[in-house]
């Protein structure tokens, strides 16, 4: 009977002793187990409770990530292209409830009557060309986009009664964004976003950037490069760091870009046909206080997560693509930063 109540007395203390990971231990497990290659920022109430940089940017060389080493962040682009979209609203130049056709002439006739709203929170109905499109030679370009919307019998659904995530939707805006301000979508993007807000290691991946050399490679799980067939922009053509990317999340909360009625529009979630909300207001998934969006494409995956009541995120990118359980990761990561409150 003794013996028993010292083992029980002996296990309790065990429990007591382990201690829970913290941010930055998590971090470091997913390292060492080869789950995770690249560059994470964890902010908990403005307060930095992880910022680190792990393993090589090229592995065929050895050169190591940094904090400053630029990565894709594939659809994390568009919240950008969102806000792009919103600083042509507050200077009166669009409307949200504008057909894109009236700027984008090159839309087949079943989409004459999209939105640029419906294209934004992706009710629009247009067909994903992710996974689809494949071209003979090169990359797959804005046009071959435009060039396959043309291809398809109609819409998916009648705009403003689904959501269905639309790549092709976010190119559409892309095209808006440069037909409007009379320059590229890269050039707006620097010229409105990233330059003010001294996001000095990001920049719209293009025909003009596509040899910059200090960017991360992409590579597979098995460290095989993996590199993507894309020139598309608007969509996920974003190269960017943790750091640049909370100075983005931090303009936002502070109307640095946008102002207080556009910033409340942002994360508004549309009725849909069943009466229900959905889930994407203008360029977020939103759930209750929480906005996010992730990013993937090839060898590259990214994550922010952040908690609008608080100045809180998780930013997370890697360029070893599907070794990185980015799901797995993040809800780690919101317990961890749950914990101790």
Known sequence: MFRTLLMYSFIIAMLFSCKEKSEKEIVLDYYKEGKFNGTVLIVKEGKIVC???LGYKRFEDKSTVTKNTPFCVASITKPFTAVGIMLLQQENLLSYDDKASQYIKDLPGYAQNVSIRQLLNHTSGLA???NILKVDKGKITNQDVLGFLKKQSGLRFPSGSQF???NSGYIVLGEIIAAISGQSYGKFIQGKILSPLKMNHSFIYDAETIHNTEIAKAYDMNKK???YSLLTTGDGSLYSTPWDLY????????????????SKLMYELPILKDGKPSEYGFGWFVSGH????TGGVNGFRGVIWRDLNSNTCIIALTNQGDAFPVYEFLDAEKKALQRDK
């Open 290 to 293: 929480h906005t996010m969006h």
């Open 164 to 166: 269905e995530y639309s």
């Open 51 to 53: 910022d680190t940089a």
């Open 225 to 227: 490069p993996d590199d």
């Open 247 to 262: 100075k983005f999340d931090t303009a936002l909360r502070k109307h640095q870009l946008l102002n207080h009625e556009n």
């Open 128 to 130: 994903d060309y992710e």
